[in-house]
T-cell receptor
């Protein structure tokens, strides 16, 4: 049982390049999330998808776009990468949205923007 | 001021010791509370939910104090494998999920 799978695990980009981070979950969860984690800071929510067909902005959405492709997959796109987007990105899923639902995380994508 | 604050540590304690740390939150409308554990360069994993009545899971005890707006985590008989960063998570609403920056715990032999 893979849980939440993120690809790629590492990526180096040049400023201005674009890329898409992929996330897939096999737990039949309804809700999915994208976070970034920077040193000395907690995880910050970028975007979330409460259910298939919906997406909403989180705390730090600027510079990102998302697509909930189907129930399993939720991708994060950087259209024009900037050094400030250097971070570790985590995708997560939960059975339902909000409340007391625990989140299951992928093992992260380490992204460096030069 | 951050909405969720944790002492970054590190807490360095001997194996077998009892250690406790707190997490304070500023918004009284916060609804749900969790402790997650994150090992170095790994993903966060849910450790336990925190209930008003307090809850225990083996060597771990979590407490919520709504009046003073903090949650706590107590680890008894600490093991080397407990070394990790412990993240406090507060749900202010369905879409407001706030992670603390974590408390680093190191257990020494």
């Amino acid at each position: 049982n893979a849980g939440v799978t993120q690809t790629p695990k590492f990526q180096v980009l040049k400023t201005g390049q674009s890329m898409t981070l992929q996330c897939a979950q096999d737990m039949n969860h309804n809700s999915m999330y994208w976070y970034r984690q920077d040193p000395g800071m907690g995880l910050r929510l970028i975007y979330y998808s409460a259910s298939e067909g919906t997406t909403d902005k989180g705390e730090v959405p600027n510079g990102y776009n998302v697509s909930r492709l189907n129930k399993r997959e939720f991708s994060l796109r950087l259209e024009s990468a900037a050094p400030s987007q250097t971070s570790v990105y985590f995708c997560a899923s939960s059975e339902a949205f909000g409340g007391s639902q625990p989140q299951h995380f992928g093992d992260g994508t380490r992204l460096s923007i030069l | 001021r951050k909405e969720v604050e944790q002492d970054p540590g590190p807490f360095n304690v001997p194996e077998g010791a009892t250690v406790a740390f707190n997490c304070t939150y500023s918004n009284s409308a916060s609804q749900s509370f969790f402790w997650y554990r994150q090992d170095c360069r790994k993903e966060p994993k849910l450790l336990m939910s925190v209930y008003s009545s307090g809850n225990e899971d083996g060597r771990f005890t979590a407490q919520l104090n709504r009046a003073s707006q903090y949650i706590s985590l107590l680890i008894r008989d600490s093991k080397l494998s407990d070394s990790a960063t412990y993240l406090c998570v507060v749900l202010r609403s369905a879409s407001k999920i706030i992670f603390g920056s974590g408390t680093r715990l190191s257990i020494r032999p």
